[in-house]
């Protein structure tokens, strides 16, 4: 029999707590190891919880799956007004909205401006606009997003950014 100075050796101890109850020893190696894994496993745990896309291993896009994931990020940056096309990389900003509203990689998603790079109104009142073509691996659909925004001098957003969708890639200009 040991007495509790000795439990240096076990894995398992029992609890201060009660007598029935056993816990991992942090001063086993073992048992230590055991408890860093077990904080492990459920952090990941958690962390799969809130991302179930990252076991889904879909690296295609369907046209069903596109349509609606641009129809739903377009109108959330609509709304928000934001971001115009003259902020630079929008096409890292529209690429990440419509993967967010998606179920598949955004790896597989392209975004191409397919206009002329649009003249950003920063410190000026104006208008900014700008076409993108959205494609993704895995269908043969595509969209144009036509993207308008209109935006006071000196103000922080734009008062209002619309983008249209049309189906098809949109013209090389």
């Known amino acids: 029999m040991t007495d509790s100075n000795d439990d240096s050796d076990r894995i398992f101890i029992r609890s201060k707590l009660g007598p029935s109850r056993y816990v991992y020893n942090p001063e086993n190696p073992v048992g230590l190891a055991l408890i860093i894994g077990t904080l492990l496993f459920g952090i990941g745990g958690m962390y799969l919880v809130y ?23 377009t109108a959330e940056l609509s709304s928000e007004a934001q971001f115009g096309p003259g902020v630079l990389n929008y096409e890292d900003i529209l690429r990440s909205s419509i993967a967010k509203h998606g179920h598949s990689s955004q790896d597989a998603l392209a975004v191409k401006l397919a206009s002329e790079p649009p003249k950003p109104v920063l410190f000026e009142d104006g208008v900014e606009k700008a076409d993108y073509t959205v494609t993704a691996e895995g269908t043969d659909t595509a969209f144009c997003l036509r993207v308008y925004a209109v935006k006071r001098k ?19 200009s």
């Not at 991302?51 to 990020?73: F, I, K, M, Q, Y």
């Not at 957003?157 to 189906?167: F, H, Q, T």
């Open 51 to 73: 991302h179930p896309g990252l076991l889904s291993g879909s690296n295609t896009w369907d046209g069903g799956e596109l349509r609606s994931a641009v129809n739903a990020a």
């Open 154 to 172: 000196l103000a922080m957003r734009y008062d209002s950014l619309s983008i249209s969708i049309s189906d098809g890639a949109c013209a090389a």
